[in-house]
């Protein structure tokens, strides 16, 4: 059974700082997603690594993979406020088609 | 707008009620899942049709729990007689078939208080 833990579960930083948010999953895994949400929100997806030493970057986030680690990160340039979210991540399992999630990082940036 | 779209967005009922919600995945998306999440938590994975056929449910999903999608389009989740233990969010997302990341896209979500 595929299972997803993420650490920190809590961060609170300053703006422009640097940081990174670890995913580690227990067994194969088709492929890693990360997505943000905001309070009372839904959740919007951010990246999708597909394979071994897949990196993804999108303004002030990286996201990467390793999956002979079995280890997803999720890293963050020069914070700010705007970025305060929960990120998760979660691993995909092909044949029942369904996403699982880690418990979430709840990130808050401040000024 | 085009994304998912979600039911009533939230829903207040007495223990013993039942209930349902209704999901529109994005247009063309003939891939479709609920998953449930408390506070705290990430979503929990329950159900996933592919066009009108539901392939895969979650030892999640009670006898007290039903999903449809009758045509391929839209689905509903059905819960009868709520528990207190039934209050979370439930979230819809769609993905197209055959495209190679398959993104799962979330609906806003309805938002279930059982009192």
């Known amino acids: 059974e595929l299972k997803v833990e993420q650490n920190p579960l809590f961060l609170s930083m300053q703006e422009g700082k640097n940081y990174t948010i670890y995913c580690n999953y227990s067994?194969?895994?088709?492929?890693l997603y990360w997505y943000r949400q905001d309070p009372g929100k839904s959740l919007e997806s951010l990246f999708v690594?597909?394979?071994?030493?897949a990196v993804k970057q999108e303004g002030r986030l990286m996201a990467s993979l390793d999956t002979k680690a079995r280890l997803s990160t999720l890293h963050i340039t020069a914070a700010v406020h705007d970025l305060s979210a929960t990120y998760f991540c979660?691993?995909?399992?092909?044949?029942?088609?369904?996403?699982?999630f880690g418990q979430g990082t709840r990130l808050t940036i401040n000024p | 707008d085009t994304g998912v779209s979600q039911d009533p967005r939230h829903k207040i009922t007495k223990r013993g009620q039942n209930v349902t919600f209704r999901c529109d995945p994005i247009s063309e998306h003939n891939r479709l899942y609920w998953y449930r999440q408390t506070l705290g938590q990430g979503p929990e994975f329950l159900t996933y049709?592919?066009?009108?056929?539901?392939?895969?449910k979650s030892r999640l999903l009670s006898d007290r729990f039903s999903a449809e999608r009758p045509k391929g389009s839209f689905s509903t989740l059905e819960i009868q007689r709520t528990e207190q233990g039934d209050s979370a969010m439930y979230l819809c997302a769609s993905s197209p078939r055959g495209s190679p990341q398959e993104t799962q896209y979330f609906g806003p979500g309805t938002r279930l208080l059982v009192l």
């Open positions: 067994t194969t895994s088709d492929r």
């Open positions: 049709f592919q066009n009108e056929a539901q392939l895969e």
């Open positions: 690594l597909l394979s071994n030493g």
């Open positions: 979660a691993g995909f399992l092909q044949g029942a088609q369904k996403l699982v």
